[in-house]
């Protein structure tokens, strides 16, 4: 089963009941989900965290949030977990809690006791949520719902790889206080520059607060348009493009495409290692959203990428990408 451990902010299990568990110094945790999510009722109005100090709710996609987790962690910012509603749906829906304990904590790993069920408790106290799912928008807007709902005054950081903050911030109705940006796993580690986009209807305090919490995060902000990947990942999904072009068409191997863009341009990383760190599904999915975006062939991603994907071969993580790892 999944242990968590009480460090502040303390956390509570949501009982069938709905109501929280009293905290106890270290507890096991019993997972009973309500499977129908009310985000309607009669909310309180909260001044949120006065002192300035943020306090962030992360969702998304498990490998990023563990990356980013170890972003906050390492900067000393307060954060909370709250997993996917349809993943909680999916493995209550198996009435295995023992089971569902393990994978969570294998999801996770060492920020596991970190995740929060019920947001009940929490009501009003998170300063920031951060979403980093790829999919597409309509597909956790049930999550950001639920997190957005309990906390009506909180900046909502999404990333867009394949979708607008406009858009994100339409489906979800956080428009008034949507930012974008652009992270991917490997990469939002070693960047010192983040791209920042605004929704057409983000008010400004909204982006105030969304620059304050990257700059302590260690990132320097550049403030771009609202675009589908914005700067640096959509510089990048294109480059990788043409190289697994050259690849596919016999021009070069991947090792001499990337020792060439090494050398020639002074990369710190080769195009194709590259694409392999970030996961080839990830740079397809930035194409993709690219194309359905802007309706034009240069986005198209090439075959390869889609042949590499069928056969598993995803990068780095999977063991197998352009280049095999052991």
């Known amino acids: 089963m999944l242990m968590v451990k009480n460090h502040p902010p303390r956390y509570t299990t949501p009982t069938a009941s709905g109501m929280p568990t009293a905290a106890t110094a270290t507890r096991f945790v019993r997972f009973v989900i309500v499977r129908s999510y009310v985000v309607s009722w009669a909310m309180n109005v909260y001044d949120i965290n006065d002192t300035g100090a943020p306090n962030v709710l992360l969702t998304g996609e498990a490998d990023f949030l563990q990356e980013f987790a ?26 295995d809690y023992d089971g569902v304990g393990k994978h969570l904590s294998e999801e996770y790993g060492p920020y596991a006791e970190r995740l929060v069920f019920d947001l009940h408790p929490e009501e009003g106290t998170f300063t920031h949520i951060i979403d980093l799912s790829v999919t597409s928008p309509t597909e956790h807007r049930l999550t950001i719902d639920y997190a957005a709902t309990f906390n009506p005054k909180a900046t909502v950081i999404v990333n867009v790889l394949c979708a607008t903050a406009t858009e994100i911030g339409m489906i979800t109705e956080t428009g008034n206080r949507v930012i974008g940006v652009a992270l991917v796993p490997s990469v939002m580690s070693t960047m010192t520059t983040i791209d920042m986009a605004a929704g057409l209807n983000t008010e400004p305090r909204h982006v105030e607060s969304a620059k304050g919490l990257l700059r302590q995060l260690g990132y320097a902000v550049e403030v771009v348009q609202d675009r589908v990947g914005l700067v640096q990942m959509r510089v990048l999904a294109m480059l990788i493009n043409e190289a697994a072009f050259a690849v596919m068409e016999g021009l070069a191997t991947p090792e001499d495409i990337d020792k060439a863009m090494m050398l020639g341009v002074n990369y710190p990383k080769g195009l194709l290692a590259w694409a392999d760190e970030i996961g080839i599904a990830i740079v397809t999915l930035i194409l993709d959203g690219l194309r359905r975006e802007y309706e034009q062939e240069r986005y198209r991603p090439c075959v390869l990428l889609k042949q590499m994907m069928r056969a598993g071969w995803t990068g780095k993580a999977a063991g197998r990408g352009f280049y095999t790892y052991r």
């Open 70 to 95: 170890g972003i906050l962690s390492r900067k000393g910012v307060a954060f909370s977990i709250l997993p996917a509603l349809d993943l909680l749906d999916e493995l209550e829906s198996e009435n």
